[in-house]
């Protein structure tokens, strides 16, 4: 996982303003941040995007109408547990996260 | 000023732009940040084709850290105070060049985002002048968390009565902070722009098309955008989207919109949720008395009031 | 030969700034530098500049709207003096790092307190470290053509840094003075349309204004500097260019009577016209004096000077600005540390004279030379002010 360390770079090499290519935290998965998981329940789920709406990180993937439900990306849920608390079904369960 | 509108589609539950988000994962927000939540909704709503400025503050540091950028849009972010100043240049430039034939042959919105302190305290000079100075494409946001977090949980003018933080502390001779919520939509509205709305991220779908709207008004508009910090509220992470539908049901703080000059109220609260049910969620509010209470319900009435009549003496008529 | 055009010196770096297609110019008015920006805005309003004139509520709004329409990639002018300039310093700071080639007018100015609106450069001298290209003009002729200047070099693709024009507030600002005015077309072609390295683009888009954490604070400052000691060349460069063009000669360190001066004195910006004229009446008397005027402050032009001041015997540095608490002026401390290991070394003597709109007189410049040659080196050298009551 990409740290810190990737701002080290020798003064000839940085680019020019000290700029940053975008959606490069990407990079960052900040997934380890997190003590607690989301656990779906998709039997219960009606497809509603709270969920993917209201997750501050936008790890939500849409899975498509075929699949219907949303899939967290576990790389960069923090285990806020917003989504859990805005779903109108209670299909989503925070549970510790296994180490 | 009349407010030019060119026609724009709104988002609803069916057309949500579901595709990658425009602000990417990976930025370094708190767990449950109801800033970078709203933030990503309007930039959502926005799409691919706008300019972003940061001031100083939460959204700046924990999107943009050498040699990383949250940001799929060009992003400048300079200093603190001056978000509006930059974006006023940033507009200008765009403006210019696209008279001049050297750059793209559109509109494109230049949206400037700030916290409440960036905006209401440090940057409301640079605010007055760009909204005075007319910028066509200029949209300034604020993203309202009530208090200096960045720095640590510090009082600003945004900060709400009776909110303990670490420079307006509860003591034995005080009850936090001592003073009401600056009104910033209503000073951004006494500018005569032609639009001006408050938002919060619990009403996704009106948040995000009240930022299309900006952007389809030609002239500044002004979004004061709620944004609940479960970290400087002292407020568990999950219930971040709950206390920013809690704030509006209570009619703490209003929904509504300024269009030249004539209000809109969004969300009429006839039947106001207690509000202990908001202020019992966060920690920063757990010291006030009963008698502080009486004097919060009585002014929140109060300033919701004001804005239903206001509402009810400027109607808009579309 | 051009025809000369009587012309107040203002007006003629507005007209610079016109000749040039500047873009973008956001300003607020100070005294001495009005006079600029507000031909500026007539230039504007009576379509002879297509420009976005910003009436910002702030210099620091100012600054930080030319951060953005140069980010934007705009060819961005502003002019400050003293207190405007020093409510810009947190945005001029930010400049050089993001690359911003600004050019910047200073009608030099006192700082407060007490408030004074007559000239001196203690105004420049709070962002000496900030990272700009600095040059400074002695006429009209030089405030027109370094206008130009600026924008050449600082939009070099090799410096892409913003730069400061000096002029003296009032003692040159507001001179009317015979001034060559090249034409549109030998203006433009000298200097193309800026092509920016680093822009704000919806179809190519970058960050601009990270986060420098620990790892790589160090490293982004120290990338500017090299850029900014390497524009050196670029200087140069434009200056040879130039007079290949237009038939007038700059150069960083400019001379006058040098070649067997025995003292030297070294100036900046307008007073240095009084002072030639002082090193001829002193020529008359049989006093080799020569002259030696900075017009590249920043980066500091440390070789070229100092080849000039190890031939002397003594040099006599003037300064413009009080270094409180420090034991000599600005330029003085330059001068000492390129001359400390030369050998042979000039006696150096570093004056403060001319603050707050103090008149520089040749009275003064003989006094200077005569103190430069007469008076024995200090244990611990420092300023002398020339022409105060005490």
Same mark, same amino acid.
């Given at each position: 996982m990409p740290r810190e360390i990737d701002a080290i770079q020798k003064v000839g090499d940085l680019p020019i303003g000290f700029t940053a290519k975008p959606g490069s935290t990407l990079e960052f998965k900040t997934g380890d941040w997190r003590t607690l998981r989301p656990k779906l329940h998709r039997d219960k789920c009606t497809y509603c995007s709270f969920c993917y709406v209201f997750c501050p990180d936008g790890v939500y993937q849409d899975m498509g109408p075929q699949e219907k439900y949303y899939k967290p990306d576990l790389n960069y849920c923090k285990g806020c547990g917003v989504c859990a608390h805005q779903c109108p079904k209670q299909c989503i369960e925070m549970v510790l996260e296994e180490v | 000023m009349k407010a030019l509108e060119t026609p724009y589609e709104k988002v609803t539950a069916k057309n949500f732009p579901k595709g990658p988000d425009v602000l990417a994962s990976g930025h370094r927000a708190c767990q449950g940040c109801g800033e970078v939540l709203a933030l990503r909704l309007l930039m959502k709503a926005l799409g691919n084709d706008f300019v972003a400025v940061s001031a100083t503050g939460c959204m700046e540091v924990c999107t943009a850290p050498f040699p990383q950028s949250a940001w799929r849009v060009p992003w400048i972010h300079v200093a603190f105070e001056n978000a509006a100043a930059v974006a006023s240049g940033v507009e200008s430039a765009l403006k210019v060049l696209r008279r001049k034939k050297r750059g793209p042959d559109r509109r494109i919105p230049v949206v400037a985002f700030a916290g409440d302190g960036g905006t209401a305290d440090i940057g409301i000079q640079a605010l007055s002048g760009a909204l005075e100075r007319g910028h066509e494409d200029f949209i300034y946001v604020c993203l309202d968390n009530e208090a200096y977090m960045n720095t640590g949980i510090q009082r600003s003018s945004e900060t709400p009565f009776g909110a303990n933080t670490t420079t307006s502390p509860a003591g034995t001779q005080s009850q936090g902070q001592n003073t009401w919520k600056k009104n910033m939509a209503l000073i951004a509205a006494a500018h005569g722009v032609p639009y001006v709305a408050t938002a919060s991220p619990a009403y996704h779908l009106d948040l995000m098309n009240k930022i299309r709207r900006a952007a389809a008004i030609s002239g500044p508009a002004y979004l004061h955008v709620y944004a609940p910090c479960p970290t400087g509220w002292r407020m568990k992470p999950e219930l971040s989207v709950e206390s920013a539908k809690l704030v509006v049901t209570t009619r703490i703080f209003p929904v509504y919109e300024v269009l030249d000059g004539k209000y809109i109220l969004n969300r009429k609260v006839d039947a106001p949720t207690p509000i202990e049910d908001y202020l019992k969620?966060?920690?920063?509010? =757990?010291?006030? =008395?009963a008698e502080d209470l009486v004097y919060i319900k009585e002014r929140v009435n109060e300033e919701y009031e004001r804005i239903v009549k206001l509402a009810e003496a400027f109607p808009a008529t579309a | 030969m051009a025809k000369l055009v009587g012309m107040e010196v203002s007006l003629a770096v507005a007209e610079a700034a016109r000749l040039c297609d500047t873009d973008v110019v956001a300003a607020y008015p100070i005294t001495p530098q009005t006079h600029i920006v507000e031909h500026l805005s007539e230039l504007v309003a009576n379509g002879k500049l297509d420009a976005e004139y910003i009436p910002v509520e702030s210099e620091q709004s100012a600054m930080s709207s030319c951060i953005g329409a140069s980010a934007a990639g705009a060819r961005t002018f502003t002019a400050t003096s003293s207190q405007g300039l020093a409510l810009m310093n947190e945005m001029i700071f930010i400049a050089p790092v993001l690359r911003t080639p600004i050019v910047l007018a200073i009608a030099n100015r006192a700082l407060s307190a007490p408030i004074n609106i007559w000239n001196d450069h203690s105004d420049i001298m709070t962002i000496r470290d900030s990272g700009w290209i600095s040059l400074f003009a002695e006429n009209g002729q030089e405030a027109l053509d370094l206008t130009i200047l600026s924008f050449k070099i600082g939009e070099d693709p090799q410096v892409s840094l913003p730069v400061t024009m000096n002029i003296d507030g009032?003692?040159?600002?507001?001179f009317i003075e015979p001034i060559d005015i090249p034409s549109l077309e030998s203006v433009r072609s000298f200097l193309p349309p800026w092509k920016p390295l680093v822009k704000l683009d919806v179809s190519d888009p970058i960050s601009i204004g990270l986060l420098g954490t620990p790892e790589s604070y160090t490293e982004a400052r120290k990338a500017t500097d090299n850029v900014l000691v390497a524009s050196k060349t670029a200087v140069d460069k434009a200056f040879k260019e130039f007079k290949e063009r237009f038939g007038r000669e700059y150069k960083s360190v400019e001379t006058y009577r040098t070649e067997d001066a025995e003292t030297l004195l070294l100036t900046m910006g307008s007073i240095s016209e009084t002072a030639m004229t002082a090193v001829d009446e002193m020529r008359d008397k049989g006093v080799k004096a020569g002259l030696v005027r900075i017009r590249l402050w920043r980066p500091f032009p440390a070789e070229d000077l100092k080849e000039i001041l190890v031939k002397a015997k003594n040099v006599a540095v003037i300064d413009r600005h009080i270094m409180m608490g420090a034991p000599v002026g600005p330029v003085g401390a330059e001068v000492f540390s390129i001359l400390y290991n030369a050998n042979p070394r000039p006696k150096v003597k570093n004056f403060v004279l001319g603050l707050g709109g103090r008149d520089v007189t040749r009275d003064d410049f003989h006094l200077i030379v005569e103190k430069a040659k007469s008076a024995p080196a200090q244990d611990i050298e420092r300023y002398e002010l020339v022409g105060v009551w005490e």
């Open positions: - | 969620i966060q920690g920063r509010f =757990k010291h006030l =008395k | 009032f003692t040159l600002s507001h």
